[in-house]
């Protein structure tokens, strides 16, 4: 029996290992003193799944972890993992900003209800490449009744013993567990206080938007006797300053100067960077910490170069798009067909840019999000008035008003400038004469005021997914797009890389498919100039 038990525990995350004592309290109370030698297995690397060495790996995990049947602490190395339980009252958002540290809207379980997480959840933050393990973060269940753990303590234990022995006590009580049915439970309680006898140190999530309570304050009193550093983290904390300087005083009072604000919702990277930063501050080695500041700040700009080649490969693909013409041949089948494929390759890109923040557009996801402002039609004129882009004119440019196609001619340019004054009031009135209004087109290419719309609701895209957050809902907008939308360039002054593209054809993969290897290898320079570009653009 003892050798299948020994088995068991060798297979499990070991999460009662900690940083500062050996204070995890065994669910048995006659076992308190028994010593337990099996060693933490957390630390055995993933396989290296990413060719970017400073790209991270998470590896979530959403089984119940048992927490009472697991060995008791002992004293990590300075390179082992940092353990970091997330508790707080019921609702307050801990899931949801795991969430958005794990870059995972699929951890956990997220509903507008008190109690969702019943079990402690387990996530490990390391290098992919490496192989090294930086942080386990631990969900717990919410917090609902620790008035009612200081009314048992205040009554079934001696003021005079600290605070972890105190805890221990507690933890082998009746109340503390589910198999001992009581009139007061506590279990949930429980799975919260001995996660925090297993971790190094605690985050303690605040609902920015509640105001300080008793109730509250009951939890801060039994999260100090947990003897590890406690950092506080408002969530959702838009327009809550008020209360969130209610809530400072309060926490100054307990000893608890160091508090960050990381909203689940409205992401900002450097309210990561403060949060991981103040984090460092509390610990006595902090070098885990530190590498894992480095790992994100480098992991982070990347993804910025990766989705500005992404963009800049798609506006060079729709450049160099060219359909022939006929002279006698009626060439609204082939503008249709150009629209559609811009369509198709628009919706491509913004899937790309998706995955690349680990927003995974599924119609199975748990939170699928809406893009429906980014896939307005952008051969809709009201759209690019919506945008403020005016469409160009011209024999050469912007001939086809209101399709965002333009006509280059053979060299002449008497028939295109009479389908200009043809077509001016309205195309799609006309559409069965265009045949007959142009005269030496032979080919066919996308307008620059389409292509600069294209070039400014990528780069909306991208702005919004990089402010926000992973546990952000359906319901949520991705953005506030037109109002705050600033076109990178005019369409008459679209960059000379995507000019040069008109003329080379050979770089489209839009037309023919069998050859998208090929013309990606062939664009890829000039993609990579014109990402240099939007990069300019983005930091002016």
């Known amino acids: 029996m003892t050798n299948d038990k020994s088995a068991k525990e ?15 309290f065994p669910k048995d109370a006659s076992s308190i003193e028994a010593k337990q030698s099996t060693q933490n297995n957390i630390n055995q690397p993933p396989s290296p799944t990413n060719k970017d060495a400073e790209s991270l790996q998470i590896i ?5 972890t048992n927490i009472e049947d697991q060995p008791k602490a002992v004293p990590i190395k300075d390179n082992d993992v940092l353990k970091l339980a997330v508790v707080g009252h019921t609702n307050t958002g801990k899931t949801s900003i795991l969430r958005t540290l794990l870059r995972d809207k699929y951890f956990g379980e997220v509903k507008n209800e008190s109690a969702t997480t019943r079990h402690v959840e387990q996530a490990l933050i390391s290098n992919a490449l490496t192989g090294q393990n930086y942080i386990a973060l631990y969900d717990t269940p919410g917090l609902e009744d ?11 234990t001696a003021s005079r013993r600290d605070g972890i022995e105190r805890l221990q006590l507690f933890l082998a009580s009746e109340q503390a567990n589910a198999d001992m049915p009581t009139e007061l439970d506590l279990s949930q309680e429980s799975k919260v206080i001995r996660q925090l006898l297993a971790s190094d140190m605690a985050i303690y999530v605040i609902d920015a938007r509640e105001p300080v309570l008793g109730k509250y304050k009951d939890e801060l009193t039994v999260l100090s006797w947990a003897a590890i550093p406690v950092m506080p983290v408002f969530n959702f904390t838009k327009n809550q300053d008020a209360n969130i300087k209610d809530w400072q005083d309060m926490l100054a009072r307990r000893n608890l100067h160091i508090s960050t604000r990381f909203d689940s919702v409205a992401f900002e990277f450097n309210d990561e960077m403060t949060l ?6 509390m610990l006595p080695n902090a070098k885990t910490v530190r590498q894992l500041i480095d790992a994100r700040e480098s992991n982070w700009a990347q993804m910025l170069d990766d989705a500005n080649i992404i963009i800049a490969d798609f506006l060079v693909n729709v450049a160099s798009f060219v359909k022939e013409v006929d002279d006698k041949d009626d060439p609204m089948p082939i503008l249709t067909e150009m629209q559609e494929a811009v369509r198709q390759a628009e919706r491509s890109m913004q899937k790309q840019l998706l995955n690349l923040y680990k927003f995974y557009d599924s119609d199975v996801s748990a939170t699928p999000l809406k893009l429906d402002e980014y896939q307005q039609d952008p051969f809709d004129p009201e759209v690019l008035k919506g945008y403020g882009i005016r469409t160009t004119s011209g024999a050469a440019a912007g001939a086809l008003v209101g399709l965002g196609i333009d006509a280059a001619t053979l060299g002449t340019s008497l028939g295109l400038g009479a389908a200009i004054g043809g077509i001016a009031g309205g195309i799609l009135s006309n559409t069965g004469k265009i045949a007959e209004m142009i005269s030496g087109v032979k080919h066919l290419h996308i307008d620059p005021a389409t292509i600069t719309l294209l070039a400014t609701r990528s780069m909306d895209l991208l702005v919004a997914l990089r402010h926000r957050g992973h546990a952000a809902s359906d319901s949520t907008p991705i953005a506030e797009m037109q109002e705050q939308s600033i076109a990178p360039w005019k369409p008459e002054r679209i960059p000379s890389i995507l000019r040069k593209a008109r ?11 069998s050859n998208a290897a090929t013309a990606e290898e062939m664009r890829k320079d000039a993609a990579w100039a014109l990402s240099n570009k939007l990069r300019r653009k983005q930091q002016s």
């Open 503 to 513: 003329s080379k054809p050979h770089w489209s993969s839009l037309g023919d498919k």
């Open 10 to 24: 060798s297979t499990q995350l070991n999460s009662n290992q900690g940083l500062f004592s050996d204070k995890a």
């Open 60 to 64: 979530a995990s959403n089984t119940q």
């Open 146 to 156: 620790a008035s009612g753990v200081m009314d048992w303590l205040e009554d079934n």
């Open 276 to 281: 991981w930063r103040n984090l460092a501050t």
